[in-house]
Nanobody, 116 residues
Framework: QVQLVESGGGLVQPGGSLRLSCAASGIILSNYAMGWYRQAPGKQRELVAGIFSGAKTNYLDSVKGRFTITRDNAKNTVYLQMNSLKPEDTAVYYC??????????WGQGTQVTVSS
């Protein structure tokens, strides 16, 4: 059974930092394109950061320079380091693993709230 388990969310003040983790079981993350998505209330889910084969990465424009996605193959875990957080970063953050339309998994989500 495949599981993606996110952790590291919470309440942080504007300008603060959080590191999200996505630990996988049942699949080898290095074989997948990995992404962090977020969904704020009343808004569509959006791709925040992705990491692909060869460690190529891409980012949503609004988080470039503030967020960093990395992968630790030995721990089978993907991370999202979030710095200089803003209230508009408040959302539920989801981990996603994709290899094909039939080999596609989501985590349960972790809440990130940026507020003073």
């Amino acid at each position: 059974q495949v599981q993606l388990v996110e952790s590291g969310g919470g309440l942080v003040q504007p300008g603060g930092s959080l590191r999200l983790s996505c630990a996988a079981s049942g699949i080898i993350l290095s074989n997948y394109a990995m992404g962090w998505y977020r969904q704020a209330p009343g808004k569509q889910r959006e791709l925040v950061a992705g990491i692909f084969s060869g460690a190529k990465t891409n980012y949503l424009d609004s988080v470039k320079g503030r967020f960093t996605i990395t992968r630790d193959n030995a721990k089978n875990t993907v991370y999202l380091q979030m710095n200089s957080l803003k209230p508009e970063d408040t959302a539920v953050y989801y981990c996603h693993a994709w290899r094909s339309s039939r080999d596609d998994y989501w985590g349960q989500g972790t809440q990130v709230t940026v507020s003073s």
